[in-house]
């Protein structure tokens, strides 16, 4: 006697469209001073927005740090450099970093590291940040060899004193930058 083999019923069909989500945006913060932007900091939010899709440029204030230009100008000079780009985004911000990335529902922090002497710093900061919201991600970016030796307050010391910053940072920055300083 021959035996048939029960066959296994076949699964309803189930529309995939209703289960499928839209892909998560991936957001970013890179906090900083920007006193003035550099075209390390440059380098790092292009090279960023490879990875995500937008970046909140948060132009930090620093109570250890007296900035040659306000806020409202440092956001100017960096969204100049950006020409209207609508990945990138430029606040001004006075709070905790760590309030705005919430209040936002950013999850990931992106830092800039030029040199060994830059990660304890960075790594205390990330933990802090972490410690009051879990869900804060920092991602460590290594400066471009071009731009590893750049940082804002020595390009505003090259310049006081007459030297060259063109390629430091951007045409219209140096601009500015001579206005104020030379």
Known sequence: MSQKKKSKPVPKTVSVEKNVKAPAIKRALY????????????DLIKRSLKTFDELTVLVAHSRKKTPLFDGPTRKKLIEECFDGDPRVKVVVYEGLLVDYARE????AIIRGLRAVSDFEYEFQMA?????????????????SENFFFVNSTLVKEVISHGGDV????????????????C
């Open 31 to 42: 906090p900083g001073t920007f006193d003035p932007i550099t075209r390390g900091h440059v």
């Open 166 to 181: 063109s390629e430091l940072v951007p045409q219209h920055v140096e601009k500015l930058l001579k206005e104020r300083l």
């Open 127 to 143: 933990t802090m940040n972490r410690r009051m919201y879990p869900d804060l991600q920092t991602f460590f970016l290594m400066a």
């Open 104 to 107: 936002h529902q950013i999850a």
